[in-house]
């Protein structure tokens, strides 16, 4: 398996809205596992292809302590909220080092198909819910930060313009082996 390079905040390729997957195939296996090798090494508990610059519907998530429990989401679908709320302290792998507090349903009911096309439902609360509806928001091109004032977004995107000027630098000033 492979890294993928994760997208910064504010890159507007994290804005594309993602298209179905249509094809269930080696391809789609690989880029499953290379997602989740790249989550885990981030590390992070979600990460849609959006944020790998893949705009397809695919989410992987895995929120257990132990990193053994891997839930592959292709096409999902939030067939039900709860009307209750909760505000949680969330983060992103695209937006790294900013966490702020984000309301979204309590409990969700999803639809989704696995990695070999095959449907299922579940349904989650806690920080699975949270991860659910944050990597969802991905795939339609839209990044936690946009929940937050337009003040604290501003300074949020000029923080990250900032350090990845920052990184340029540095990675232009290191030598180059050949």
Request: charged share 30%.
């Amino acid at each position: 398996m492979s890294l993928l390079t994760i997208l910064r905040y504010p890159d507007p390729r994290l804005h594309k809205i993602a298209k179905p997957v249509t094809v269930f195939d080696e391809r789609l296996k690989k880029l499953v596992a290379d997602m989740a090798d790249t989550m885990y090494d981030a590390p992070g508990v979600g990460l849609a292809a959006t944020q790998v610059d893949v705009h397809e519907q695919i989410i992987v998530i895995d929120t257990s302590d132990t990193h053994d429990q891997l839930l592959v989401l292709i096409n999902p679908v939030i067939l039900w909220s709860s009307p209750e709320r909760q505000l949680y302290e969330e983060g992103c792998l695209s937006v790294p080092g900013i966490y702020d507090g984000v309301e979204r349903a309590a409990q969700v009911r999803v639809k989704a198909k696995d990695a070999l096309g095959k449907s299922f439902e579940f349904e989650a609360d806690g920080l699975l819910a949270v991860c659910v509806q944050h990597e969802m928001d991905h795939l339609l091109g839209k990044v936690f930060v946009e929940y937050l004032s337009p003040l604290k977004r501003n300074r949020i995107k000029s923080r990250m313009q900032k350090e990845e000027r920052e990184l340029k630098r540095e990675r232009e000033a290191q030598p180059a082996f050949r």
